[in-house]
């Protein structure tokens, strides 16, 4: 596990076969701000975690959590560039990578509802620990929510040891490239459309007007009466 990723001022980490596996693949296959990205949102879904007065092994489990944050984002990635919403494609590919872990098909399952579910607000938040947490990890630290409930120091040392490389910029750039390539990874009223009208507005993909319009209902295109 490289050593400068993962360090002490952040921890304690999940020293487990898994863990180093995990980082392993996305520093062989994401971006470095992508990778940064990843650990800090383990790192900030700790921290909110424990300031519910959750315990790590106790209350959930701090490893699946950490596998489930560190491989968010792999559907970006060539390991799981598939023809679904990239949440999704990375969830399946998180997944086997669990079960080829050892891990039971229950615990790939919890990851895959983290990782399918990371930009989910409102539903993976009310969802087991190592779901929620994922996601106020991530939504932390791509668009500050909550952020300000994290301990100062902790993001300091955070963004010192694993810069932020104009995270926000580049995600959406990512995935509205995906969808460019593939108009069929593009879902509307998701984050994958909100990153698309921010990083690429000029690409053709549906609206909710062309898809009220399309549908075979008869009241589907009453906005436009």
Do not use: C
Not at 71 to 99: C, K, P, W, Y
Not at 117 to 133: N, V
Not at 169 to 193: E, G, H, I, Y
């Amino acid at each position: 596990m490289p050593h400068n990723l993962l360090p002490p001022e952040l921890g304690p980490w999940p020293d487990t076969s898994a863990a180093h596996a995990a980082v392993d693949l996305i520093t062989a296959h994401e971006p470095v701000y992508l990778v940064h990205h990843s650990i800090r949102s383990y790192v900030y879904g700790r921290h909110f975690a424990q300031a519910q007065g959750l315990r790590p092994d106790v209350d959930y489990s701090d490893e699946l959590h950490f596998l489930a944050a560190v491989l968010h984002d792999i559907g970006l990635t060539d390991q799981a560039d598939g023809s679904q919403r990239f949440e999704v494609d990375g969830a399946d590919r998180a997944a086997e990578f669990v079960r080829s872990q050892g891990f039971s098909q229950d615990d790939a399952e919890i990851v895959w509802d983290a990782v399918a579910l990371h930009t989910s607000a409102g539903i993976a938040d009310r969802k087991r620990p190592e779901i929620a947490f994922t996601h106020r990890g991530i939504t932390a630290d791509i668009f500050g929510l909550d952020a300000e409930h994290l301990d100062h120091n902790l993001v300091e040392a955070a963004n010192r040891h694993l810069p932020r490389l104009a995270l926000p910029t580049r995600l959406m750039a990512d995935v509205a490239r995906q969808v460019a390539a593939n108009p069929a990874k593009f879902v509307p009223f998701t984050f994958v459309s909100g990153a698309v009208q921010y990083a690429a507005p000029h690409l053709s993909v549906p609206d909710t007007r062309a898809i009220l319009s399309a549908s075979h209902w008869a009241d589907a295109d009453s906005a436009t009466a």
